[in-house]
């Protein structure tokens, strides 16, 4: 993040206010912090007990010159990529205490609010978001309250961790293989590409892929995340929803029932049933099967001729 | 995710979570999101199928033959319960 982003970050927390954490701790509550921060953050370098950052910038400092291969710069990419390592672990440990804490006070209107306050800092800081702030802050608060639903005290928050893990994993894997390759001015790009995969826009991606996936949508301007719902079901609905798995499940690996399913889609009511790609029809299908609900159960078994 | 009304009672509930595992999902664990269950569930190969589910108030006998998978706060009936659920062995 460059300085004019760290400066968008700190004015967003100082101009809303928070009761949740000291300006300090609310620092540490957005994105983990940059890995090229300006030079007067650089100076904190030596504090012992951090993270590895001393050993960062003295590598950066013995590649800066180095043409391209050098192994200065193989080893400025191997401390980068612990730098960023230690950032991530922690701010997702930040993110833990903000949790438990929300636990305690749940229902105090004013914690959620602030750590509304911290989450819009932890977004990307572009400079609209600062002049646009007084404008967007009542709709953002919705964006909040549900993203702290979903994410911070829902069941996702480890699974999404985990995800950025190993995400970061792999984008280390990608980037120690390029390294003897690039010069000090890719292999600096390349290092902030890496960090670039521990942030909140990558937590908020993650999000919507796990809501595409399980049929949970978010309203794009309001930010509201809104989940299937389950209906209850008898007995003779869960038998046949089992039924009908089996059958859907063999219908989608065999590419010659193309027909047969753009037949069922039609049955069933699916918007779209003429499909000429078979995985296409076959995704469609399971899609639709994905939304079934018992009061379906019926319409489905008559479609596929059970 | 998936919603569960927490107006329903605990055998609505399991049947819901129960016609949803017959589509392949895997229920793992549960939050409580407002009056509302907030359910997750894992993805299983269409056609696979994770073994039986029940659910009982924690004070409740344990099911003969049945494991506990998860325990913690549901909304049954309106109320804020401990439950747990119970996968066949």
Redesign the interface.
Known sequence: MNARGSFALVVIGTISGCALTSGADRQSLYNPPGIHPPTAVQSDANIPGQVPIAQYYAALKNAKDEAKGASEISDFVDKGIGLTSAYCLRWFQRLDEVQRRLDLQEKDFNVVRSLGTALLGIGKAIPNWVTGYGAVNTAYSGIVENFN??VL????TAKIKSQVLDMLQQSEITLRRDAPGLTFAQAYSRIELHTDTCTYSTVRDLLDS??N????TRDPKTGKIT?????????A??????TI??R???L?KDSTKRDEINRILKAIGAPKFDFTDFDKAASAL?SA??G?K?DDTQKWKAALGI | ?????GA?TLT??E??????E???NEF????V??KNN????K?L???E?PKELKLTLSTAAAPDGFSKIWQGAMIVSGKTEDVIAWRLA
Do not use: N, R, Y
């Open positions: 639903e979903a005290a829902g069941p996702t796990s809501l996936a399980t049929k949970a989940t299937e719902s389950l209906q209850p079901a008898s007995a609905q869960i038998a046949d929803a089992k798995t089996t859907v499940a063999v989608t399971a099967h994905a079934m018992p | 995710m998936a919603t569960i009304s329903l609505q509930i049947s819901a979570i129960q016609f949803e017959g589509k392949s793992i664990s549960s939050g999101s407002g907030l359910v997750d569930f993805k190969p269409l056609g199928f």
